[in-house]
């Protein structure tokens, strides 16, 4: 209750309240688009993710809590960038890679800017609104349901954490 009293009171004394970007297609890796408005009133973990990279082990922990959750309604994407020089060469090849070594079934877009002025509107937009851009492969960003910012987490924070979990299983129905 105090957060949309609160967000009346911004609007009120003329303080821009901004919103995420979800409605900007990312390309998805098998081909068509994909938007984060496609799953509205589902919790969404938005993830960068790359091929070649330490932190690369967890793809099959991101697998493991879409598997998880994903009948209590989370979605998991995964959004390859090569920012930080460590994705292959080509959607094909990620493709492969993913499958191949993690058996991957969640959605991924296809390689994608998240940051920098190339960044994709929806990484724009978390920076401009929220002030985060990723800092490194494997960051984690939280939707809530209603297309909130819920929280972010550094590549640190592994997909099996009890603090992850438990934010997620605080969004679920």
């Excluded at 493991?64 to 090569?82: F, H, I, Q």
């Amino acid at each position: 209750m105090f957060r949309p009293l609160l967000i009346l009171i911004l609007i009120l004394i003329g303080f821009q309240v901004k919103a995420l970007e979800l409605e900007a297609p990312f390309d998805s890796i098998d081909g068509g688009t994909l938007r984060l408005s496609d799953w509205r009133g589902q919790p969404i973990l938005v993830v960068n993710t790359a091929s070649r990279c330490s932190y690369t082990k967890q793809y099959g922990g991101l697998q493991d809590l879409y598997d998880l959750y994903r009948d209590s309604g989370l979605v998991v994407l995964a959004v390859p960038s090569n920012d930080f020089r460590q994705e292959l060469a080509s959607n094909a090849e990620v493709k492969g890679f993913c499958e191949l070594r993690y058996d991957i079934d969640m959605p991924m877009t296809g390689i994608s800017a998240v940051k920098g002025p190339q960044a994709h509107p929806f990484f724009a937009s978390l920076k401009a609104d929220a002030g985060f851009e990723p800092a490194w492969n494997f960051n984690k960003v939280l939707i809530g349901p209603d297309g909130e910012l819920v929280a972010t987490y550094s590549s640190k924070i592994k997909p099996q954490s009890s603090r992850l979990k438990r934010d997620i299983e605080s969004l679920l129905n």
